[in-house]
């Protein structure tokens, strides 16, 4: 009768343990999505920032040459690459992760106004962008970054805040 009541209570436990983990599993898919986006925003502007603040000369220039900047070449040519990593460390840092896909959604959302308006609405079109990014068509560049405009709105979505423990006061004496 032992026996038996044992194979029962292991057969349970492994039912449990099983529904915990089938309970678990969009949890963990969902946190693994939203890291896998916030590393692709990350690895993004390193990338860019990086490969404009090694490059400031050039980078400096081809703003100078956009009909929409030239005005304020010198201080885009800084403040862009600047922005990008001041966005990539919000994404590294729970505590500010979720400004940082709003931050990255909006950045993405301006890159996309930018080439949207200066393919429509000038004839002489530099790429400022950075890194391989430049070899990019303006209809590739576009949809790249409608990609990451979609990734950073889902990542909004997926967002949760971390939850705080906070102790708990017994008021009985």
Known sequence: ?????????????NLVSQNNRDDLTPIIMKEN???????????????????????????R??????PLLSSFSDYAAWLVPAIELMVSLML???????????????????????????TRFTGFIPCSCGGVLQNMSWNTHLIFNLSFITLGFIGILLYEPPRIHKPVVSNNL
């Open 61 to 66: 220039i081809q703003l100078g040459q956009s």
């Open 33 to 59: 999505l939203l890291n896998l986006i916030v590393n692709l925003f990350i690895l993004l502007f390193l990338y860019t920032a990086i490969s404009k603040i090694l490059d400031h000369h050039e980078f």
């Open 92 to 118: 590294i840092f729970k505590r500010s992760r979720l400004a940082g896909l709003y931050a990255s959604f909006a950045l993405m959302t301006m890159f996309s106004a930018y080439i949207i308006s200066i």
């Open 1 to 13: 009768m032992f026996k038996i009541d044992s194979g029962l209570f292991k057969h349970m436990r």
